[in-house]
């Protein structure tokens, strides 16, 4: 019979049992999640599925079905390419993304088309926000709302209640 003893000092101990209750914590979110129906797909008009992003006509429907009226013509177009490691701030702009069921992580290293368009309904009535719509093959991928003004905010698809 071989018996073996180790010590283990008591921070040892409860930084394990930190990292397990974290690891089970991770595991019961990310299974929970998997169950969910997408915040996005529960959200948006069912028609944006069916919308070829590819052509002008189509990322304007696309922003159109979340209430936005935007210029006729994309005031930016522009080939951009994803990442291939995250910094912190693309990471956070990938947060943003995956809150409205996109997600930019398999595009890293990717070469993705940036169109940007005026919007003219924001409800604060100020026009200096802007549409972001990320496109590959045909279909969005991701984007945003955003103010140019200094400290602007930026924000997903969704049109912004009681702003």
Do not use: C
Not at 44 to 71: H, K, Y
Not at 115 to 126: E, I, L
Request: aromatic share 10%; charged share 20%.
């Amino acid at each position: 019979m071989v018996i073996m003893s180790a010590r283990v000092s008591k921070r040892k101990v409860l930084t394990g049992l930190i990292v397990a209750v974290g690891v089970v914590l991770l595991l019961v979110f990310l299974l929970g999640k998997a169950g969910e129906t997408p915040a996005a797909a529960a959200t948006e008009p069912s028609a944006t599925a069916e919308i070829d992003a590819g052509t002008n006509d189509g990322r304007i429907a696309f922003l159109q079905s979340f209430g936005w009226e935007v210029s006729e013509t994309p005031t930016e177009t522009q080939e951009v390419k994803i990442p291939q490691e995250f910094n912190n701030v693309f990471t956070r702009y990938n947060q943003l993304q995956q809150s409205q069921n996109y997600d930019l992580a398999p595009y890293a290293g990717k070469t993705v088309k940036r169109y940007v368009y005026a919007v003219t309904n924001y409800p604060d009535g100020a026009q200096d926000w802007y549409a972001t719509v990320l496109v590959q093959g045909g279909e969005v991928i991701g984007g945003d709302v955003s103010s140019t003004r200094q400290g602007g905010k930026m924000h997903g698809f969704a049109m912004p209640e009681g702003t």
